[in-house]
């Protein structure tokens, strides 16, 4: 991704001619657990977007709704499948049945949070679906945590794009792609403190 004008540069054709249908399925197949360029196109769509070939609006939604589409389909395929299924489909990635039980035995031990940090990780983004429905989250728990998670990932990743531009990639290239990780991960747990501090006094005051 420290190349992001480079890629710019291959993604717009795809971008211009199908618009945001191309970042749709791109982000749907991603979260779905299929390997394709999802967050990049994202990044490159909302470049686009600075520029003033889309409204950031509009990137920001169809991503939103993209995100939310593939991980809880992946959620239903690991719910319903079972191990068996996920073990197959995920050992094209390399997802032993050990290395299953572990990602299991995060997501027990930590809960559902875990669906929120997952997003802005490689791999983990592609299996969270797929792991949670077969780990036995409750659908309405995950569905709650994915639209908060996809929300945060999506709207960091346009925002940083659409207002850094150009110097988005001098920013990568100096810190490296994990400081924005972080960075994303921890404004992530801030919103959610303060949302959740807030809605604390609303139940509090409303007693």
Known sequence: MSHLHEFLQQATPFLQHYGLWALFLALFLETFGVPAPGETLLIAASLLASKGDF???????????????????????????GRRLLLRLGGRLGLTHERLSKVEHFYERYGAEVVIVARFFEGARQLNGLVAGSSGMAPLKFFIYNVIGAGLWVGFWATAAFYFGDYLGVIMAAFGHYFLIVAGILLAALLI???????????????
Do not use: E, M
Not at 59 to 76: K, M, P, R, S
Not at 199 to 206: E, F, H, L, Q, V
């Open 193 to 207: 403190y303060f949302g959740w501090k807030r809605w604390g006094r609303k139940a509090d005051g409303s007693n």
């Open 55 to 81: 409204p950031l609006w509009q990137v920001i939604c169809v991503g939103w709704v993209a995100a939310v589409a593939g991980d809880n389909t992946a959620f239903y395929v690991g719910h319903f499948g």
